[in-house]
């Protein structure tokens, strides 16, 4: 079974540009998750989509970064324009569909190192 | 909110001896537990988890975990540790509640000397 797959694994770019990542989620898997790990600290979530519908941005930067799943599969999560502190690197992950009960098991992609200069 | 603590950021270890890598949550509701490990330039894998049940759970590779509702830690060990087992790991939770989002700890770099 093929896992997340993302790209570009590593990207440089100069402040106040901007910058896409693309994710493709495991195939069957509803849910759709973009974390920012920042260096030295655990990954934190940005937004969870089911489907196409977004779950949960309350940690999303608005005015900056941007997320869409226009088909419910692929996703695309953009920064524009860049600052420094947006150095990071974005993972995705996915799982089957959420629901109440127990929470199903989030499979994690490789993830995109982003410098910003 | 949920928080996850780790309380240690690096925890170096001679091959074959035992490891204990400490996890803390807070929570005032029923949670399930993960520990994840991230090796070097690979993306983050499930290693064990706690969702009901035995508050002990293990892992195919040796280690395991054991929930402890009382002191609220979820402790990660292993007896014996290989070169292999040199990665960051991760702790996180997922509170039961309204707000399912999944919370990690700092993470902890363990280095396996030989």
């Known amino acids: 079974e093929a896992g997340v797959a993302q790209s570009p694994r590593y990207k440089i770019i100069e402040k106040r540009q901007s910058v896409a990542f693309w994710c493709n989620p495991i195939s069957g898997h509803a849910t759709l998750y973009w974390y920012q790990q920042i260096l030295g600290q655990g990954p934190k979530l940005l937004i969870q989509?089911?489907?196409?519908?977004?779950?949960?941005d309350s940690q999303l930067p608005k005015d900056r970064f941007s997320a869409e799943r226009l088909k419910g599969v692929d996703s695309t999560l953009k920064i524009q324009p860049a600052k420094l502190e947006d150095s990071a690197v974005y993972l995705c992950a996915s799982s089957l569909l959420v629901t109440s009960g127990a929470p199903d098991t989030q499979y994690f992609g490789p993830g995109t190192r982003l410098t910003v200069l | 909110a949920q928080s996850v603590t780790q309380l240690d950021s690096q925890v170096p270890v001679f091959e074959e001896a035992p490891v204990e890598l400490r996890c803390n949550y807070s929570s005032s509701v029923s949670v399930y537990l993960f520990w994840y490990v991230q090796y070097p330039n690979q993306g983050l894998q499930l290693l064990l988890k706690?969702?009901?049940?035995?508050?002990l759970v293990k892992s195919i590779n040796g280690f395991e975990a054991e929930f402890n509702k009382s002191q609220t830690s979820f402790h990660l060990r292993k007896p014996s540790v290989h070169i292999s087992d040199t990665a960051e790991y991760f702790c996180a939770a997922i509170s039961s509640g309204s707000a399912r989002q999944l919370t990690f700890g700092s993470g902890t770099q363990l280095t396996v000397l030989p």
């Open positions: 989509f089911q489907n196409n519908g977004v779950v949960d």
């Open positions: 706690y969702l009901s049940g035995s508050t």
